[in-house]
């Protein structure tokens, strides 16, 4: 059985599915009716159900414009706001969790208001008043080393993970 493609679908041929599903509630019986009909490669099932599902929720087989993200109900986005503003350090993982959501419902949330911005927070060193005149020295010792001894450097191993204690 070949694989059906939605974009060879004319929409005559859906047409023709939907009126079939909705007579026989059969995708298998609306696959063989196609087959007879057009001969060409069978629709799934999966896509028969959704241009019915379509139809009945819309009125239309016309291609639709999607939006990007579909839209979140004012109602779930006022509980994700209530627990960002009860706690604002929560994750959106965790926050999720609370609410019975998906993740990416409760990130599209703070980025479609964009008062808030989601977050990583990363550790870093802080660098101190002193820490220039340390980094110069450092700097210096490191060259005499270089000058007084040829080698060196390959004795040297550098890496670009560090881990910062105060």
Partial sequence: ???????MATLGEK??????YHISKSAVTVQCAFR?????????????CSWYKQ?????CLCKQKSSVHPLTAEDEAEQ??????????????????????????????????????SYRTQMVQQL?????????DFCLQLQDLMSS???????????????FHR
Avoid at 1 to 7: A, P, T, V
Avoid at 83 to 109: I, Q
Avoid at 152 to 157: G, H, T
């Fill in 1 to 7: 059985m070949h694989i059906y493609s939605e974009k």
């Fill in 15 to 20: 047409s023709f599915c939907v009126l079939e």
């Fill in 36 to 48: 007879a009909k057009y001969a060409k490669d069978l629709p799934t099932d999966k896509t028969i």
């Fill in 55 to 59: 139809f009945t929720e819309i009125g």
């Fill in 80 to 117: 994700v706001w209530a627990s960002f503003l009860h706690s604002p350090k929560t994750s959106t993982g965790t926050a999720a969790k609370e609410l019975s959501m998906s993740k990416k419902k409760v990130w599209r949330v703070p980025c479609k208001r964009s008062v808030f911005k």
């Fill in 128 to 136: 101190l008043d002193e820490d220039h005149r340390r980094r110069l």
């Fill in 149 to 163: 001894y040829d080698p060196f450097l390959e004795k040297v191993q550098f890496s670009d993970e560090a881990t």
